[in-house]
C-alpha cells in the first residue's frame, strides 16, 4: 500500500506541474472529486481492516506478554525485564500512507461539498470586467443561486432562480468547457439584443447611460470614459470608449444558433434563443464575449459571483459589488 500510495502522489504532483506549467488545462473539480473518493477509500479501509489489525497485533502482544508474566511468577519470579507499551505503541501507530491519505479525507469531504454546492472561489485573470472586477481581484462564487448541480458534471437536479439582466456570472466557456468565463448578463431567453454604435439596446429599448468621468485603468496606464448602466434592477458601472470603433465579426467558433444573430460593420443584433444566455463584459470594447462566440447555455452556468473577498495589491477592493 506504501508503493501504491507513493505512485498516486506521484501522478498528482505530475498533474498539478504540468497545470502550473501551462502544459494541461486542469480541472480542480474533477481533481476534487477524485481526491475525495480515493481518501474515502483510505478511510473505509482504515477504519473497518488495517486500524483492527493494527488493534488486534497490540492485543496479541499484550496477552502474550501476561502470559509470560504470569509462568514467571508461578515459578517464582516476580520482576520481569522488559515492557512492550513502546512496541504496542508502535504497533497501533498509523503508517505514513495512512495519515496522508485517510488522515485527509474529512478536510478534503468539507472543501469538496462547500466548493460543489455552497461557495466557490475564482481569481479574475482579466480585465473584461473592469471596473467593477479588477485583474487580482478574489471573489467568491454562490453555487446555489441558480440551482443545486451535481459537481463535475454540472448537471442541475434542483432548480432555484434563473439568472437575471444585471447579475455578474461565472460560466463554463461554451468553445472550451474546460475554462471558465465571468461575465454580466445582458440578454435572457427571448431577449432581442442589439448592441450598435457602442450603444446597448434591449427589446427595442436603449438601456440608459449616465456619464461619470474618467476612469483610470492601472494596468493599461490609461483613461477611459466611465458610464452608470441599469440593467433590470441593478445599476452598476461600465467603460465605454466612444473614440475606439470595433468591426464586429463571429469566431468561427460560433456555431450553434450563429443565424440568430446578424452582424454589421456597426454592431451585431442577436434573438437569445430559450435556455441560453446573452454576455457581456463590463470593459466593453475590451472584452471577448457572446458578441463573438454566442449565447452561454444554462447547462453551463457555474454561480452568480457577488463579493470581492481579497485583493492582496489593493485591500480596498474587498466587499460586495454589482
Not at 441593478?234 to 473614440?243: E, Q, R, S, T
Amino acid at each position: 500500500m506504501s508503493t501504491l500510495t507513493a505512485v498516486l502522489y506521484g501522478a498528482l504532483a505530475v498533474y498539478l506541474g504540468g497545470w502550473f506549467l501551462g502544459h494541461w488545462i486542469g480541472n480542480f473539480s474533477l481533481l476534487l472529486f477524485v481526491l475525495t473518493v480515493v481518501t474515502l477509500g483510505y478511510w473505509l479501509a482504515e477504519r473497518f481492516r488495517f486500524a483492527p489489525a493494527r488493534q488486534t497485533a497490540a492485543d496479541t502482544l499484550a496477552a502474550s506478554d501476561a502470559q509470560r508474566r504470569a509462568e514467571l511468577q508461578k515459578m517464582g519470579i516476580a520482576q520481569v525485564d522488559g515492557d512492550v507499551s513502546v512496541a504496542r505503541e508502535k504497533l497501533l501507530m498509523q503508517p505514513w500512507w495512512i495519515d496522508w491519505t485517510a488522515g485527509l479525507f474529512p478536510v478534503i469531504l468539507v472543501v469538496f461539498v462547500l466548493r460543489s454546492f455552497l461557495f466557490e472561489p475564482f481569481k479574475i485573470p482579466s480585465g473584461s470586467m473592469i471596473p467593477t472586477l479588477l485583474v487580482g481581484d478574489l471573489i467568491l462564487v454562490n453555487k446555489f443561486h441558480y440551482g443545486v448541480r451535481l459537481p463535475v458534471i454540472n448537471k442541475k437536479i434542483i432548480a432555484n432562480n434563473d439568472p437575471q439582466r444585471g447579475d455578474v456570472v461565472v460560466f463554463r466557456y461554451p468553445v472550451d468547457t474546460r475554462i471558465d468565463y465571468i461575465k454580466r448578463v445582458v440578454g435572457v431567453p427571448g431577449d432581442e439584443v442589439v448592441y450598435s454604435g457602442q450603444k446597448l439596446t434591449i427589446n427595442g429599448q436603449p438601456v440608459p447611460l449616465t456619464p461619470l468621468g474618467d476612469f483610470y485603468d492601472e494596468d493599461s496606464m490609461r483613461y477611459a470614459p466611465k458610464f452608470s448602466e441599469k440593467l433590470g434592477a441593478v445599476n452598476h458601472n461600465i467603460l465605454v470608449d466612444p473614440k475606439r470603433t470595433s468591426i464586429y465579426q463571429p469566431m468561427e467558433a460560433f456555431e450553434k444558433f450563429r443565424d440568430n444573430c446578424r452582424y454589421t460593420a456597426e454592431g451585431v443584433t442577436c434573438k437569445v434563443p430559450a435556455g441560453h444566455y446573452f454576455m457581456m463584459g463590463d470593459n466593453r470594447d475590451n472584452s471577448q464575449d457572446s458578441r463573438y462566440w454566442g449565447f452561454v447555455p444554462d447547462e453551463n452556468i457555474v454561480g452568480r459571483a457577488f463579493v470581492v473577498w481579497m485583493n492582496f495589491g489593493n485591500l480596498r477592493r474587498i466587499g460586495s459589488f454589482n
